[in-house]
């Protein structure tokens, strides 16, 4: 992982300060329940942390676990997180992928205090029977 730039943080906040920036490249960042267990692990080619904490993030892939495991993936070349109050959005192609399910469309936000995801359109969602999905895609308009 390379840091560049001051990555401050408010100790009494745990949030960034308003004069954090620079970047990081090939990172990872985990997030826990109060008893250690994973509940989601973000990784990116690139983040971009700019001075009000927010971080553009290229090639983004978040994991998202159940009971230690990954349940789901959510892919996108792009996306902003906001980590401090566990939200991200992207204009972006998306892509979800879970057991016997894959969904893909243009657009997207999760709240992580609600655990929701929306996709916001040409939504297309696969479900098989047991055998891996392949789907290309959406289109750009």
Same mark, same amino acid.
């Given at each position: 992982?390379?840091?560049?730039?001051?990555?401050?943080?408010?100790?009494?906040?745990?949030?960034?300060?308003?004069?954090?920036?620079?970047?990081?490249?090939?990172?990872?960042?985990?997030?826990r329940d109060d008893d250690g267990n994973?509940?989601?692990?973000?990784?990116?080619?690139?983040?971009?942390?700019? /001075?009000?904490? #927010?971080? =553009?993030?290229? !090639?983004?892939? $978040?994991?998202?676990?159940?009971?230690?495991?990954? @349940?789901?993936?959510?892919?996108? /070349?792009?996306? #902003?997180? =906001?980590?401090? !109050?566990?939200? $991200?959005?992207?204009?972006?192609?998306?892509?979800? @992928?879970?057991?016997?399910?894959?969904?893909?469309?243009?657009?997207?936000?999760?709240?992580?205090?609600?655990?929701?995801?929306?996709?916001?359109?040409?939504?297309?969602?696969?479900?098989s029977n047991g055998q891996p999905a392949?789907?290309?895609?959406?289109?750009?308009?």
């Amino acid at each position: 992982m390379l840091v560049a730039g001051a990555l401050a943080a408010d100790p009494s906040t745990n949030k960034p300060s308003a004069e954090a920036s620079g970047y990081i490249e090939k990172f990872e960042v985990p997030e826990r329940d109060d008893d250690g267990n994973l509940k989601w692990k973000l990784f990116g080619e690139r983040a971009i942390i700019r /001075p009000d904490g #927010l971080m =553009d993030i290229q !090639n983004a892939r $978040a994991e998202f676990y159940t009971s230690n495991k990954v @349940d789901m993936v959510f892919t996108s /070349p792009t996306c #902003l997180l =906001d980590r401090a !109050n566990n939200h $991200a959005t992207t204009t972006d192609h998306v892509r979800i @992928d879970r057991e016997n399910m894959v969904l893909t469309g243009i657009g997207g936000e999760w709240d992580g205090d609600k655990s929701s995801m929306v996709i916001r359109s040409n939504v297309c969602v696969v479900i098989s029977n047991g055998q891996p999905a392949v789907v290309e895609q959406p289109k750009q308009p």
